[in-house]
């Protein structure tokens, strides 16, 4: 709407400023062409167009320079006002029409007010402008061209008529002068023809006739030569002779005797200007012989003379006839114009008297008849001009729309960002090359690239950074791929790779350097970004009937590359295709499932360490699909996760356990909480809590009897978020647990902080727990670590007794696992707890005996191991026997092992790596190998790194070997008793290395 406005202000300056111009123009060259001969002035007189070309100059250099635009319409206002006012309170002469000076004016004036406004208004985005600029200048061209054209065709029409009415008037005039002398002159030949003298009564009597028949005739009179009067008649009786009313007596005496000489009759030169008009002389020469050197003088009007020979043509008076400096006539009651007449002179009427007929064209008082019909011109200008506003702005609109249907045509298939193909573009790309490649039996690749990091730098840096960085990267793109292949923006960090003609062999070697192209540094705003990406392809024929298949299938093969770590690539096979229809049928199957309440809860209990009884139990969801049957949480949540169905999945989840506990608890089983998992997106929410205690309230449930688990992840997006979450549960009374704990990635020091009652050990450690060191040096450094910051341990997954004992031995607080119980719906979990009296499930539960003598026998031979058995039962040690040292670690878990004897060789671990573990794991133990191999390097080793205490070789000596291990017993008993505190190490005697 905004630019809509700012252009229809831009045209309302052009087109004025164009008008103003083209006016001013059209007033300059009218009036040179056209001034000395018309009517009036053509448009406008030459200073009002001056001051019009100033405007318009202003008013174009205002909408070319948007700084000065407001500062140049404030200009134009104020030169029309000084110039309109200074006519109006000066009486400065505007000239011309005065309907082209109001046009004109209200033109400039429109203008300008435009462009104050222009200057005012928002900015706009600026668009081609041609055609409504072509389209104003050619309005105004045309329109000022044919309204000047009107008016030259009217002026030349008018100064045509009126030199033709000159010429006629001035015929009239010259046969009505001509008349006169003509009478005088016949007067003087009929005289002349008499031979004898006249008398006074005949001559005063044709004085008399002539007097009668020529109304403009005052006096007639017969002179000599010499200006004697010889007869006079006048019908005003005027009482002085003819002579002295001649002022300039040489001049007439002169022309007197002229005509007297030539015997011509003629009009004088020389006029007399009276109260009632120029009056003249006519004079006839009389040959007569009694009257020889006799004159006929008649004095005219020449004024009324005129008036009487024009009279009955109104349109003659607007003539002005001079000779010399003599006016002889001038019409009257008429404004004549100071306009150079049309006609300068005529011939003169008789024996060299010159006469000036000047004729004028008319106009009427300035402020009257402004819309009259000689307004017509005007009016079709202003007409004209405004049809040329309208047709520009039609042009500018449909230029505007132009321009938006380009821009719209150009963003349905073009990313904004970027400038590269979107996923329209994308589409049709598909369908062409695919159409290209059937038609010539060759192939092409369809790569997806992803962008690895992008959301973290959004996060973090801001979306300006990211939009740089896809900038980046879609120019290294573009610069990188092969010619035969083009590149498009499919998703926010997912871009499109197309290959035209290839083979699947070069699409690596095309993939691999795009990928190092893209991992390259990015410098945006002084920072260096490093980002990873990672690409999935498939090759096709052509032969699909959807193209953009193509697309999902390189996209699958790009996430399964991304599962292989940064940097990877991976083509596409059958086998993913399958694997995504079977995500997208069980996630439908989930949605399907959560909305017919068909999920199930199952719980597992959780076994104190001390004594034995059921402290909590975990619910644990499970799903039996009608056709797939039983589906691990570890398949389905994920997609739950993903979809963001675990919000109502939890929801429920929450509800259920609560509403079961609230029937425990009727029932009459003993008060201990339900645990709950969490998913990270769940607890992000802001309604967190709430939902826990709408959760609570809807069962009447004590929110010590829930228990909250979480995992280390919730950490990483907003640490003081999550803790502020916990401490509110912990002030409603909610336990709350790590799960899965030391698998996180989130720091240690933050967990001094977190309100947090267990930590859960994950199943990962307690898998090899026994024989695993690292597994075992973990396990025991998190409970060291939760127990020095008051923290309760669990132990999940616990499934045997070696696990157990291990787990124990190291200071668990609780656990977890099928040695304890199996997962079971809520009827099975009371019967079982029925059973048992709410005690481990486990008939094992509790511990071996303890012996203070206890050996362990290792080797892989039943017969030495048997001959083994025999020889030390007899001195009373409790003898475990063994085949395999996973066994034995097994024996050293649930036992407190004081002395143990390996053989050398076995399959899959030799003695010294099987003592290597031990000592690690048991230090304390007494530790002697049998071989009848004699390796002596790897026996050195161990002796040294202390990972064995004798050393002995097949066959043994049975004495010699009882006795080593009874003083292993003792020295094992002096190093565990009380005097060894505070004493300086002294072995038994007898004992030595």
Known sequence: MLTI???????????PSLAVIALSLAGLIGTQRLGGSGKDAVFLSPTFSLALLLCGTMLLIGRYRSSMTA????????VMLCVLGAAWWGGLALGGRPAAVLVASVTAVSGGVAAVCLGRSPPSIRILERGSTLAAVAGVV????????????????????????????????????????????????????????????????????????FSSMGKISVLDTGGDVFLSRQSLKYPRDWKSDSPEINDVLAWLSHVATTGEARLSSFFREKPDGMWGFIAAAVRNPAMDGKVIVAQINITRAIEAALAGDEDVADFRITSDNHVLYESENRYVSKIPPILQQMPGLHHGSVWKMSYYLTVPE?????LGLDAFPEIYLAAFLLFTLAVAVSFRFAGIAQHRSRELRISAITDGLTGLPNRCRLEQLLRDVAEYTRRHGTKFAVVSLSINGLRLVNESLGHTVGDAVLKEVSRRLQRDIPRNASVARFGDDNFIVLLYDTKEADVAACVEPLIASLARPYSVQGQNLRLTANAGYVVSSGDVYDPMQLVMEADIAMLDARQGGQFAWQAHTEDMNALVRERLALLNALQSAIESNSLELYYQPIISGHTGRVVAVEALLRWRHPELGPIAPLRFLPLAEEAGLIIPLTDWVLKTACRDNSRLRRKGFPDFPVAVNISPRYFSRDDFVARIESALEAVSLAPKFLEIEITESVLLKNEGDAITKLRDLRGLGIGTAIDDFGTGYSSLSYLKNLPVDKVKLDGSFITDIVADVPSAAITRGIISMAHHLDLRVVAEQVE??????????????????????????????????AENRCRALHPDFTDHSRSDRTLLLVDDEKNVLNALVRLFRKDGYRVYAVTDPHQAFDVLAQNEVQVIVSDQRMPGMTGTEFFSKVKDLYPDTFRIVLSGYTDLKSVTEAVNHGFIYKFFIKPWDDAELRVKVARAFERYAWEKSECMRGMEFAPPEGDSN
Not at 366 to 370: A, D, E, K
């Open 366 to 370: 300035y402020g009257h008849g402004v």
């Open 142 to 213: 045309l329109a000022v061209s044919v309204s000047y054209g009107i008016i030259e065709r009217e002026t030349i029409r008018a100064n045509q008529y009126a030199q033709a009415k000159a010429e006629q008037a001035s015929e009239r005039i010259t046969d009505a002068m001509q008349h006169f002398v003509a009478s005088i002159r016949r007067m003087g030949e009929r005289w002349s023809t008499i031979d004898h003298e006249l008398s006074g009564i005949y001559l005063e009597g044709e004085l008399e006739s002539y007097l009668r028949d």
């Open 5 to 15: 406005r700012k252009e229809g202000l831009r045209l309302l300056v052009l087109v």
């Open 71 to 78: 500062g140049m319409g404030m200009a134009v206002l104020a």
């Open 800 to 833: 045997t007794e070696a696990q157990y004992a291990f787990l124990k031995r190291s200071l668990c607080d609780e656990f977890q696992g099928h040695l304890f119980g199996r997962p079971a719906t809520l009827d099975g979990l009371m019967a079982q707890l």
